[in-house]
């Protein structure tokens, strides 16, 4: 999947080093499903297959995520 199909939902879109794609974000797919991207994190060894990224606090640059409520 290329980063063009994704729809970017946080991060500075103005410019500048992060307007390069290369700060932390979160995307969404077209599926629905979410993609984040950050520095790599050591906090604990996930599972074969997976990977941890970390990300600072958002402070508000999530653009309108949907409501998609838990409860059925």
Same mark, same amino acid.
Not at 31 to 58: M, R
Not at 59 to 72: K, N
């Given at each position: 999947?290329?980063?063009?199909?994704?729809?970017?939902?946080?991060?500075?879109?103005?410019?500048?080093?992060? +307007?390069?794609?290369?700060? $932390?974000?979160?995307?969404?797919?077209?599926?629905g499903s979410f993609v984040v991207q950050g520095d790599v994190s050591t906090a604990f060894t996930p599972p074969?297959?997976? +990977?941890?990224?970390?990300? $600072?606090?958002?402070?508000?640059?999530?653009?309108?995520?949907?409501?998609?409520?838990?409860?059925?």
């Amino acid at each position: 999947m290329a980063r063009e199909e994704l729809t970017r939902l946080t991060g500075n879109t103005n410019g500048g080093n992060c +307007g390069q794609g290369d700060c $932390p974000n979160v995307y969404r797919t077209a599926s629905g499903s979410f993609v984040v991207q950050g520095d790599v994190s050591t906090a604990f060894t996930p599972p074969a297959g997976e +990977g941890l990224v970390e990300i $600072p606090e958002l402070g508000g640059q999530v653009q309108d995520l949907p409501d998609r409520s838990l409860a059925a």
